[in-house]
Every structure is written in structure tokens, then in C-alpha cells.
């Protein structure tokens, strides 16, 4: 068949229109979800993160930590944990600890294996997902309500939240590599309990096993993508604003934060997704202290570690 030069001219013309609005669409879905896989498009797999740990970053953390003599007696006596992870460049992504596999009782921190857990079994259908479920579920990682964290905990069961954590996939706890993220009693008191093997803790983390959860999340493989997103809509907007929560809204009031901390008697711990597009702010950060002063501590942290980072300083208008 001969197509005339209009016919061919308007067929050209539609292509340019469909590439055009193709386009589009894919960058509005990029800016939609930036918080999501998006970060690493075009790697073919997820490097674990023990793989990118960093000297530089390491040797940083390190300094900074020890300029302070408490926050270096802390780290030196294993009753604080830092982790943080880079993000500012997919293409060279950073971890750096310190008793990065030290697990500690993390009171609520925990909570976002709850969460993992439970959209696990939406996503089996072995949970349905209700408007209450869903509320619950919100109101257990935003507000840290313990009521709603122990429904969640009574409608999935102890044995589905370690089998997530332990699920080969993700491996959130691993006894030989200092156990992890735990979740073996309800946060409203009563009922049985399934405290993990290691420690006998009821409510646990390591800062390393935290961060991986984190990057796992950002890049959108807990579960799937979908879900990922899920999760990271729930983690969005905490209602608390204390801890790593309090020093962001003064420095980076306009970045985005997902974020879970936990708090009981001297035991403080928070994590946090800090993704700032124009400043380049994109950094996963976790603490664990056992200490009377923790919480102050953990508000102290974040400018250091932005110091570190070499976040660059917000334009002004």
C-alpha cells in the first residue's frame, strides 16, 4: 500500500502526539511515587545493604559521634545504635553503623513489623481489609496508639508476624546476625506472648535491621510496589512530633517524613524516611538509646548527620 505524503504527514503527527502525552504520563507517575523505586529505576536488582556499607561515611559517622563524650560512653557501653543510609545518589547508595547488629528494646519502633505483617495478610487475603483494620493501621504507626496496635496484633497472630520477619525475603530477623525487628507481645498488656529466641525481648530492633526495612520500603520491595506504597502512605505525616520529627520540621520543614519511634522508661528509639527534593535531603536514619536522656539525644542527632551527608542548605527566596 502507498500512503500519500498527508496521510503520511498526519500519521507522523500522531505519534508525536502519543509520545508526547506517553511521556506525560510517565513523568507524572515518577513524581507521584519519587519516594517509592522510582529512586533506582534502570538497576536490574536490589544490592543488600550490608554490601554498600561506606568507609567515608563510616569514618564521618564516627567522628561525629565522638565529639560528643556521652554519645561516644553510650556507643563504647552498646546502649546506643545509629544507622543511616544515603539515598541522595541512586547510583552510589551509603550505609554506615555504629552497633549496627546490637539489639535492643525498641518499645514502639516495633510496631512497623505489625504493619508489614498485616498488609502481608491483605495481601494474601488472609485479612480483609476494612475501613477498621485501616484505621487501625494508621492510627498504630501515626499516633502510636497502642489499643489499635493490639487489635492488629489479636487479628494476625504472633506466628504471622515472626514468619514475616523471618521470611526469606526480607529476613528482618536473623539470629545470626544479632536477631532484629520483633514483635512478640500485645502493647495493651495480657494474653500469651512469643518473645524472640536471642534476648527474651518482647519488642526489639537492631538500627541495621531497621534501615534495611527502610530501603526495602523505598525501593518498593516489601511485598510489592503497590504495597510498598501502601505502607509508606501509612509511615507519612507522623501526628508525634518529638525526637528526629522535631529538629526536621526546623530544618526541613518542606521534606517529606515516614516515619515510627518508640519510647518506655529509659529506652527511646525513632527511624525516619527523610525525602526533601530540593535540597537533595534523602537519608534513612534510625536510633536506639537506653538512656534517661535519649530523647533529647535523638532530637540532637539530625544535624549532624545532615552535616555528614553535606545536605545542601534550602535556596532562599
Known amino acids: 500500500m502507498i500512503l500519500n505524503f498527508s496521510k503520511i504527514v498526519l500519521l507522523f503527527g500522531y505519534a508525536i502526539f502519543f509520545c508526547a502525552c506517553t511521556s506525560k504520563a510517565q513523568e507524572s507517575i515518577t513524581e507521584e511515587s519519587n519516594y517509592s523505586n522510582s529512586l533506582f529505576k534502570g538497576n536490574d536488582h536490589t544490592t543488600p545493604l550490608r554490601e554498600l556499607l561506606d568507609d567515608e ?85 501515626s499516633k502510636s496508639n497502642n489499643a489499635a496496635t493490639t487489635r492488629m496484633i489479636d487479628r494476625i497472630g504472633y506466628d504471622k508476624i515472626e514468619e514475616i520477619l523471618r521470611d526469606d525475603r526480607y529476613n528482618l530477623y536473623d539470629e545470626e546476625l544479632g536477631g532484629g525487628l520483633w514483635v512478640g507481645k500485645r502493647y495493651g498488656g495480657g494474653g ?41 502512605d501509612i509511615l507519612e505525616h507522623p501526628a508525634l512530633h518529638h525526637k528526629f520529627v522535631h529538629t526536621l520540621d526546623e530544618i526541613a520543614p518542606d521534606a517529606r517524613l515516614f516515619r ?58
Not at 200 to 224: K, W
Not at 280 to 308: C, F, H, T, W
Request: proline content about 2%; some cysteine.
Open 260 to 317: 515510627k519511634s518508640g519510647s518506655w522508661k529509659t529506652y527511646h528509639s525513632d527511624s525516619v524516611l527523610v525525602w526533601e527534593k530540593e535540597t537533595n535531603r534523602k537519608y534513612i536514619l534510625v536510633a536506639l538509646i537506653d538512656d534517661e536522656s535519649g530523647e533529647q539525644i535523638i532530637r540532637d542527632l539530625v544535624v549532624p548527620m545532615d552535616k555528614i551527608l553535606k545536605v545542601k542548605a534550602k535556596s532562599k527566596s
Open 57 to 141: 561515611l563510616q569514618k564521618n559517622l564516627e567522628a561525629e559521634i565522638n565529639k560528643r563524650t556521652k554519645w561516644k560512653k553510650l556507643i563504647a557501653q552498646k546502649k546506643m545504635a545509629i544507622g543511616i543510609v544515603d539515598l541522595s545518589d541512586p547510583n552510589k547508595v551509603r550505609f554506615a553503623r555504629l552497633n549496627g547488629n546490637y539489639m535492643m528494646y525498641a518499645a514502639s519502633l516495633p510496631k512497623i513489623a505489625v504493619l508489614l505483617a498485616s498488609t502481608d495478610a491483605i495481601e494474601n487475603g488472609t485479612l480483609i481489609e476494612t475501613q477498621e483494620v485501616k484505621n487501625d493501621m494508621k492510627l498504630m504507626i
Open 192 to 232: 500469651d506472648t512469643n518473645r524472640e529466641p536471642l534476648k527474651n525481648l518482647s519488642h526489639a530492633a537492631t538500627v541495621t535491621q531497621v534501615c534495611r526495612f527502610y530501603y526495602l520500603l523505598a525501593l518498593g520491595e516489601l511485598i510489592n510496589e503497590e504495597r510498598s506504597k501502601q505502607m509508606l
